[in-house]
């Protein structure tokens, strides 16, 4: 007769609520490395955000000198095009046009009453008339007139050779014939850019000849120019900022924004730029 054991089996003892001898069960084994790989302290998290915030402050800027010049690149591009097109225009008609886009002419024959004139035939894209940075996003050909603007001549509210006030309306995302300034500003006034004459009174022989309306202006001539890039401090111009200007042989510069101001005692100083 075989004695009696009163202990545990070896299988028994190998295996006791779930251990089995040299390996502890799965769960034990997440646990314990859970309870071996702790978190991040505050320290290092803190550290973490800070390397961040300070990349960040590197990088912005960078990204928007980046897109600012993308934005000048084309603007300048767009007044390169409208320089060849007026050469064609002049070609063609042996004067330059009263308007780089066009205008809305209360007292045109015309049923729409909207003359254009290096558009579509010179220019087909009606956006190269607009700077990307123009406030008014929409390119809208057929406008109800209620929606185009008056504009302001840097001279006088009048039409500069007949007297006349100045009856047209222009496109407001037209950003060469004129722009808002300042273009923070929602009530800003259309000052117009592009204009054949410039001093007032008719042409004579002792005016300037720096002006559309001659037959052979120099090459130096104000074209017009673009403001949608200047930088401002609530409504005055921040020191740095710059126009682009054309002048009539094709060249863009950028020119120190104060520089284009207008001035009551030289309301024509912005055509007295030069390259």
Known sequence: MKPRCFGRSASSRERTQGWTIGRPPA??????ARRGRPGFSMVELLTVIAIIAILAAIIFPVFATVRKNVYKAQCTSNLHALAQALKLYKDDWKVYPNALFGYY??????PDKIQT???PQYIKDANAFKCPLSPVRVVDLNPNP???VP????VTVKDPITGQPWPYRYFPWDSYDGSFVPHNNPNAS????????VTLGRPNFGDDPR???????????????CTYHRDYAGQVVAPGSIDLVLFLDGTVKPIPSDVMLATADDPVRPYKATK
């Open 151 to 154: 504009a302001v001549h840097p």
């Open 211 to 225: 002006q559309l309306i001659y037959r052979n202006p120099p090459d130096n001539t104000v074209v017009t120019w």
């Open 105 to 110: 002419n209360p007292d045109s024959q015309a």
């Open 190 to 197: 259309y000052q117009l850019h592009y204009v054949r004459k």
């Open 146 to 148: 209620s929606k185009l």
């Open 27 to 32: 769960g034990a084994l997440r646990s314990a």
């Open 117 to 119: 004139f290096l558009y």
